[in-house]
């Protein structure tokens, strides 16, 4: 059974910082694209960074120069470093999983909420 399981979210201030952690399990990490996704109040989910298999990445234009995304294979966990918050990065987090050959289905974990408030 395959499970995504993240952690790290929670009540920061404008301009803190943040390390989400994403653990898998049920699957062959190294042969995953690992990506962060959010989700605020009201919108659509949407892609906050994108870690493939091959190591490349890919940001959202809104986050590029204050997030990173990490991958450790051999613990099977993807990270999502924040730093510089916002309030505008208010969200649910989500970590989602994607086979590099697009075999079987995307998974998700059950997401951790990030608020960013003074």
């Known amino acids: 059974q395959v499970q995504l399981v993240e952690s790290g979210g929670g009540l920061m201030q404008p301009g803190g910082s943040l390390r989400l952690s994403c653990a898998a399990s049920?699957?062959?990490?190294?042969?995953?694209?690992m990506g962060w996704f959010r989700q605020a109040p009201g919108k659509q989910r949407e892609l906050v960074a994108r870690l493939f298999a091959d190591m490349t990445t890919d940001y959202a234009d809104s986050v590029k120069g204050r997030f990173t995304i990490s991958r450790d294979n051999a613990k099977n966990t993807v990270y999502l470093q924040m730093n510089s918050l916002k309030p505008e990065d208010t969200a649910v987090y989500y970590c989602?999983?994607?086979?590099?050959w697009g075999y079987g289905d995307a998974y998700w974990g059950q997401g951790t909420q990030v608020i960013v408030s003074a």
């Open positions: 989602n999983a994607v086979h590099q």
């Open positions: 049920g699957i062959i990490f190294r042969l995953y694209h």
